[in-house]
């Protein structure tokens, strides 16, 4: 079974530019997750799709910004990039949200260095 | 205040020895607990979850949750080279898709 996959798996843009990022969950999972892992930050919570909805947006600006397609794939679009926005952005697919604990899996994560 | 405070480290050890991660945390909603161990330039991969208090064992991994004092751990036992990576602590606070709220991670080091 093949696992979260993410596009590109580097990227060089310089301040002010647009990025877009792409996520394919695991085959049945509905829910995506974006996280922010900065130098010396830790894995910060970006966004939650579930069923092609936002559901929940952590503590970033709007510039940050997202959607799911019916087919649960997820796009990252981070607008009028800034020094601070060079991280590894990762997705993370869980199976629904409801029942009892299921696990995120994570994808390799796309590199993002801002100049 | 972070909700999840973790040591970042690093943590350097002789392969064979016990190592010991911990985690506190200051949200007393948090149920689920979660160890992901992150090798560089890869994506985090659970290693285990826990959700009462007490002791779960995976092998040479166990986790141990104590929420009176709010604090977690992970012990390796017999550690290899092979467990050198970054070791993430990370909690949420139902079994609703909620986001996981993340610890810095510790460098862990396992030396021949």
Redesign the interface.
Request: net charge positive.
């Given at each position: 079974e093949a696992g979260?996959t993410q596009s590109p798996t580097h990227l060089i843009k310089t301040r002010g530019q647009q990025v877009t990022l792409r996520c394919s969950p695991i085959s049945g999972h509905t829910?995506v997750?974006w996280?922010q892992q900065a130098l010396?930050?830790?894995?910060?919570?970006l966004l939650?799709y579930?069923e092609g909805e936002e559901?929940?947006r952590?503590n970033f600006p709007p510039r940050f910004s997202g959607r799911q397609f019916p087919n649960y794939s997820s796009e990252l679009n981070v607008n009028a990039l800034e020094l601070e926005d060079s991280a590894l952005y990762?997705c993370?697919s869980?199976l629904?949200?409801?029942?009892?604990?299921n696990?995120?899996?994570?994808?390799?994560?796309t590199r993002l260095t801002v100049l | 205040q972070k909700e999840v405070e973790?040591d970042p480290g690093p943590l350097s050890v002789p392969e064979g020895a016990i190592v010991s991660l911990n985690c506190t945390y200051s949200n007393s909603a948090f149920q689920?607990f979660m160890w992901?161990r992150q090798y560089s330039?890869?994506?985090?991969?659970?290693l285990m979850?826990t959700?009462s208090s007490g002791n779960k064992e995976d092998g040479r991994f166990t986790a141990q949750v104590d929420k009176s004092s709010k604090y977690i751990s992970l012990f390796i036992r017999d550690s290899q080279p092979s467990d050198s990576a970054t070791y993430?602590c990370?909690m949420k606070n139902s079994?609703?898709?909620?986001?996981?709220?993340?610890?810095?991670?510790t460098s862990l080091l396992v030396t021949p």
């Open positions: 979260v829910s997750y996280y010396g930050l830790g894995l910060q919570f939650w579930d559901r929940n952590g990762l993370a869980r629904g949200t409801s029942g009892s604990y696990e995120q899996f994570f994808g390799p994560g | 973790q689920y992901y330039r890869k994506g985090p991969e659970l979850y959700y993430l990370a079994n609703s898709g909620y986001a996981l709220n993340f610890g810095k991670g």
